[in-house]
């Protein structure tokens, strides 16, 4: 018990912390966000490189809007905007449309051909909305550093390392890792923020140029970017998974659009 509460405890906390999902669905309620998360949990012990990966991806292309941005002249852009876009933070008011998410590239591109203005939210008012404190994360290097700390004197001490230890440090350097590379994205943001659109969709689609209209799995702007959620696209069988499990409801959520609405946008 001396060895299993101390490393329960640290995974606990490390994992709790280092989850950042992206903003639900407006149609979730408090019970399905939670079994959400539960399950991103229950993936995170059992596959925590796999967390890391996507975490690593999301910062890549946080990284890359930046980039993007500041090639725009907005240098008010940085990486808490870019990972507050991709998790579903900006939503995009179409007239005669419900809202849908857009990704922070397919804001840049909107920004550049002036469909729309370009967000004045800050960093303040985003971190605002997050649940995340670097209190907490502190605490949780804290925690896993007095393990680590405690383990190491054994080691040195010629006493032996369970298994069950020798777990839970790997573990604990996959969801640090993560933590580290999620570090500036907002935690747990509900209420996303409201872009209007100064065109139509359809000139949006018809100036975009042959292919824009071919349809769409996400949202009508998937022609910006058409690499972005690929777990959806890569094929149906993994699609229903993702479906049926809930990891990701949004943005394919019937409330928010509807893929019927192709034929409209495109007449």
């Not at 909305?129 to 007095?146: D, H, P, Y």
């Not at 350097?173 to 935690?187: N, R």
Request: aromatic share 10%; glycine share 6%; hydrophobic share 45%.
């Amino acid at each position: 018990m001396d060895i299993i509460w101390p490393c329960l405890t640290a995974i606990g906390l490390v994992q709790w912390t280092m989850l950042h999902l992206n903003l639900p669905a407006p149609s979730d309620s408090e019970k399905t966000v939670s079994f959400r998360k539960l399950r991103w949990l229950l993936l995170g012990l059992l596959a925590p490189e796999l967390i890391m990966m996507f975490a690593f991806a999301q910062l890549t292309s946080a990284q890359q809007s930046v980039e993007d941005m500041r090639n725009l002249d907005r240098e008010n852009w940085g990486l808490v905007h870019g990972f507050y876009a991709d998790s579903g933070g900006f939503q995009l008011h179409v007239p005669g449309y419900n809202p849908f998410p857009i990704t922070a590239k397919q804001i840049a591109y909107l920004t550049q051909h002036g469909y729309i203005d370009m967000p004045t939210i800050t960093k303040r008012e985003i971190n605002d909305k997050s649940k995340a404190n670097r209190e907490t994360k502190v605490l949780a290097f804290i925690q896993t550093g007095w393990l680590v700390t405690k383990l190491l004197a054994r080691v040195g001490q010629g006493l032996q390392i369970t298994p069950y230890e020798l777990t839970t440090v790997a573990l604990l350097v996959c969801s640090f890792t993560t933590l580290i590379l999620w570090w500036d994205k907002p935690l747990d943001v509900r209420a996303p923020t409201s872009i209007y659109l100064n065109e139509s969709m359809k000139t949006i689609i018809d100036q975009a140029g042959e292919g824009a209209g071919q349809g769409f799995i996400d949202t009508p702007l998937d022609f910006i970017e058409k690499d972005i959620y690929w777990s959806r696209k890569a094929h149906e069988l993994l699609l229903q998974l993702v479906l049926k499990w809930e990891f990701q409801t949004f943005p394919i959520d019937s409330g928010c659009i509807m893929t019927s609405l192709v034929a409209r946008f495109t007449r």
